[in-house]
């Protein structure tokens, strides 16, 4: 059996990028990257942190200062938790500037994401 590709996450503690877990069509999940994954897949699971996931996502240089991605529909004290649950599933890094937050999502994890579902090519 070959080594299976371990894709990355951001560690939420760190901001550093950690071992996730296979793609799907690999191998089954260990008991710890079901949990990684299922943790993501929570954080997603939410409109407002879609949202807000995809706003940083998509913003311009590729990070988003909360003051630009705070119009979702909610209160400004609920942005700030559901921003705080994407950075704890790994899925955002943030850097405080003066009075705002900045938001990042790394292109480690955006990559990570579409190879946990991707379906693996048929071996030849």
């Known amino acids: ?28 999940f260990t008991a710890e990257e079901a949990e990684t994954a299922a943790r993501m897949f929570r954080a997603l699971g939410d409109p407002v942190r879609l949202r807000l996931f995809s706003a940083v996502a998509s913003h311009e240089g590729g990070e988003a200062c909360v003051c630009d991605i ?7 004290p609920t942005v700030s938790h559901h921003l705080k649950k994407l950075k704890d599933a790994g899925l955002l ?15 480690s994890v955006l990559a990570s994401m579409g190879k946990l579902l ?4 048929a071996a030849a």
């Open 118 to 121: 991707a379906v693996a090519p």
């Open 93 to 107: 890094t943030s850097e405080r500037r003066g009075t705002w937050v900045y938001y990042r999502v790394e292109p």
């Open 70 to 76: 705070s119009d979702v529909g909610v209160s400004q």
């Open 1 to 28: 059996m070959s080594n299976p590709k371990v894709l990355p996450l951001i560690a939420p503690e760190s901001g550093a990028v950690a071992p996730c877990c296979p793609p799907l069509t690999e191998r089954p």
